[in-house]
């Protein structure tokens, strides 16, 4: 049974930093790409960032490139997301997810599983 734990989230203020986890269990982890994805109050879901299986490359949407760091430890089964210079823009619920494969080409991915999500405030 795939689990997915995401941690990390709270509150943090404009120009800030957070770094979530995301603990994954029920499957081979270093067989599969990951990827974070976020929905702010009253919008759509929006992915964030993709991590190949082995971290080889990764990928990120135009909104948090150059900000968002996505990284993984095959060792302990866990996909991290550091974010520096939050934004009160970066306000979400935050989720990761299995993604089908071991590449991720971008937001059309398919994607498994996810996890409950880890709230992220930024405000002042």
């Known amino acids: 049974q795939v689990q997915l734990v995401e941690s990390g989230g709270g509150l943090a203020q404009p120009g800030g930093s957070l770094r979530l986890s995301c603990a994954a269990s029920?499957?081979?982890?270093?067989?599969?790409?990951m990827s974070w994805h976020r929905q702010a109050p009253g919008k759509g879901l929006e992915w964030v960032s993709g991590i190949w299986s082995d971290s080889s490359d990764a990928f990120y949407a135009g909104s948090v490139k150059g900000r968002f760091t996505i990284s993984r430890d095959n060792a302990k089964n866990t996909v991290y997301l550091q974010m520096n210079s939050l934004e009160p823009e970066d306000t979400a619920l935050y989720y990761c997810?299995?993604?089908?494969?071991?590449?991720?080409?971008?937001?059309?991915?398919?994607?498994?599983?996810w996890g409950q999500g880890t709230q992220v405030t930024v405000s002042s």
């Open positions: 997810a299995k993604n089908g494969g071991a590449v991720v080409v971008g937001p059309g991915d398919v994607t498994t599983d």
């Open positions: 029920g499957f081979t982890f270093s067989n599969f790409a």
